[in-house]
């Protein structure tokens, strides 16, 4: 983008940002996206809580087609989550924690 618009790297970030603080672009991780073809950073944690719910388990390719993101966008997410117990890991799966009564 730096090279295309022929800006430097200050104002190339100084406009990502302005674009994402207009809800023009979604950030996830260190990527932007149109809005539309992500799921927001707001509501990734309960998409992969439902996903889990639901299939039982998921790798991280799987994730990343739910959030619509790059695998490498998931890992921050799941580690995350991994750190809050809202879910564990099993070999290359990801499983939801059972819930104690």
């Known amino acids: 983008m730096i090279a295309l618009l022929r800006v430097s790297k200050n104002?190339?970030?100084n406009r990502l940002r302005q674009m994402v603080a207009?809800?023009?672009l979604t950030k996830v991780g260190n990527r932007?996206?149109?809005?539309?073809t992500v799921v927001p950073p707001e509501d990734q944690e309960?998409?992969?809580l439902a996903y889990l719910s639901?299939?039982?388990f998921a790798y991280r390719q799987d994730i990343?087609?739910?959030?619509?993101i790059g695998p490498r966008q998931c890992w921050p997410?799941?580690?995350?989550m991994l750190a809050e117990h809202q879910i564990a890991k099993d070999g290359q799966?990801?499983?939801?924690?059972q819930k104690e009564a």
């Open 11 to 13: 104002t190339a970030y």
């Open 22 to 24: 207009r809800g023009k």
């Open 32 to 36: 932007y996206y149109l809005p539309s």
């Open 46 to 48: 309960q998409a992969i």
């Open 54 to 56: 639901e299939a039982g």
């Open 64 to 68: 990343a087609r739910v959030l619509r």
């Open 77 to 80: 997410i799941l580690q995350r």
């Open 93 to 97: 799966k990801y499983i939801l924690l």
